[in-house]
């Protein structure tokens, strides 16, 4: 089978040849843990997570390391310099501002001045959104999901190595800085260049801080300040480090190899994110290379638009599972297909309608699913890729990761005639190795609260009062507010 990938840093489709085969080393930029992450960040992520089940499926054996940012990530990081804050710092008083509208429980960060409590009380909640959305990488935390302050050490090294070999220097005002200047291939990924990005780009990377720097690109590295709130001992002064060179210290320490094989991120981290990471790992290593495939995800939007909080349009996962969008409540299976069944490179377009289709998708898939693992005694046939439905669905996968096509395979296969129970099975086990819509494969198996909504109504309309009594009962018991509206039963976890 051809497996291809389209990679940004060339700008075209390349055949997937990972550098010791089977073995793929993949690194994905992670969450910055000063809030709860949204459904947008989640896509991201998600695909990452199809993308490695892909390859598994396919025989490979992907080891996956995504980083927790709890530090560096800059209050202005779109330019190249990264001014501002450090955006965990400045989290302190948007967590006080939570607690007083109510958005934050009183007791969920009992000293909002205290950043590890911040990034702490944030990393426990993406893990659990992560590993309800059934994201592999996030039940290997904390091997392989390092935390960027656990990590100093590594990013330390680099910076001495940049410094000794000329690609660093220090400035006037003490910070480190990395010399854009001495990496002429600087802006190949974003298709940038040095003249382009002094003059252009609406003046992205001009700063206050130019006076400082031998050219205004320059980005920092370590950044000494006796006063900020998270800061390390250092031979540069205590201080706090650059964002992007914690993806980079943390990818080939953790991965242990220096050059990988895939870097994943969302479409706005090509730059200046990834161009800093591929100009300060090549420099401190010597190698030409970084990473060999880069990936980039298109955006999320929200019905045609940029999420925005002012518009209501800004949702994190629990808004949707308690019917923020649909005003039923969704089952994480049901936001985790609704988010990669579109291709990675076209931008997703989060809709009511399309959660309602979802819906409609996962339901009709898990009752496959059981139907035949209960015909088939839950045995399942010996197939492999070559079984004509999985071919069909892997070759798609194959061709740039094409969910559309994919999709369309499977829905074709449930509307046939399967005469074979242990076969289907088989067949829909690996396709649900990479779907992960099915609690055996993939999400967490929690309250699937829109089927027992609809037992309620159905057990109403049967009159069986007793049944429907007893399941709303048990609702209400694990903290639900049950309503009856025009379309049915509906279940709300209560706010806080
Ligand atoms: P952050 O926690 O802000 O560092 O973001 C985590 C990841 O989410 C990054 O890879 C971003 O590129 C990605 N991201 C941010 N906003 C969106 C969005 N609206 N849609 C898809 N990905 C996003
Ligand atoms: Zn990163």
């Not at 709890?70 to 939570?98: I, P």
């Not at 205590?238 to 994943?264: F, N, Q």
């Not at 200046?272 to 970084?290: L, M, R, V, Y």
Request: net charge negative.
């Amino acid at each position: 089978m051809n497996i291809q990938f389209y990679n940004t840093l060339t700008n075209r489709l390349e055949p997937f040849e990972p550098l010791e085969p089977p073995k793929v080393l993949m690194y994905t930029c992670g969450p910055t843990v000063y809030d709860f992450s949204h459904i947008g960040n989640f896509k991201t992520f998600l695909f990452a997570d199809v993308f490695r089940r892909f390859l598994q499926l396919t025989g490979y054996h992907v080891h996956q390391v995504m980083n927790i940012t709890d530090v560096g990530h800059m209050t202005d990081d779109d330019v190249a310099d990264a001014t501002g804050e450090d955006k965990m710092a400045t989290a302190t008083m948007r967590v006080r501002e939570a607690k007083k509208a109510g958005t934050l429980p009183d007791d969920a960060i009992g000293d909002p001045d205290d950043p590890y409590q911040i990034a702490r009380y944030y990393t426990d909640a993406f893990l659990e959104d992560a590993r309800a959305l059934g994201i592999q990488v996030a039940y290997e935390y904390p091997e392989n999901m390092p935390h960027a302050t656990q990590h100093i050490d590594a990013m330390h090294s680099m910076i001495r190595a940049l410094l000794d070999n000329g690609h660093a220097y220090v400035a006037d005002d003490g910070v480190v800085y990395f010399s854009v200047q001495s990496f002429p291939e600087y802006g190949t990924l974003s298709g940038n260049s040095l003249d382009n990005l002094i003059e252009g780009s609406g003046g992205r990377v001009l700063s206050e801080h130019q006076a400082h720097k031998k050219h205004p690109a320059d980005f920092f590295l370590w950044k000494p300040d006796e006063h900020h709130i998270m800061k390390w001992d250092s031979p540069w002064g205590p201080g706090y480090p650059g964002w992007h060179i914690e993806c980079s210290a943390m990818s080939m320490k953790l991965l242990g190899r220096k050059v990988l094989d895939i870097h994943t991120g969302g479409e706005d981290n090509i730059f200046p994110h990834h161009e800093c990471e591929i100009a300060q790992s090549c420099c401190a290593t010597g190698n030409p290379q970084f990473a060999r495939l880069w990936m980039h995800p298109r955006f999320l939007l929200v019905e045609g638009k940029k999420m925005s909080k002012s518009k209501g349009t800004f949702y994190t996962p629990a808004d949707v599972y308690e019917g923020k969008v649909t005003g039923r409540p969704v089952h994480p299976s049901v936001l985790r297909f609704e988010l990669i069944k579109t291709h990675y490179r076209t931008q997703t377009n989060f809709t009511q309608k399309g959660i309602l289709d979802s819906a409609n998708t996962v339901r009709r898939f898990n009752e496959f699913t059981q139907k035949v693992a209960g015909e088939a005694d839950n045995e399942p046939a010996e197939i492999d890729n070559t079984h004509p439905v999985l071919k069909d669905f892997t070759e798609a996968l194959a061709d740039d990761l094409n969910m559309s096509v994919a999709l369309a395979v499977v829905h074709a296969w449930l509307g046939q005639d399967l005469p074979d129970p242990h076969e289907a099975l088989a067949v829909s086990k690996a396709i649900d190795s990479v779907l992960g819509i099915t609690s055996q494969n993939g999400t967490a198996d929690n309250t699937d609260l829109e089927a027992i909504c609809n037992q309620i109504d159905k057990a109403r309309s049967e009159k069986d009062y007793d049944t429907a009594d007893r399941l709303r009962d048990e609702l209400i018991e694990q903290g639900y507010e049950i309503r009856t509206t025009p379309e049915g039963t509906v279940a709300q976890k209560k706010l806080a």
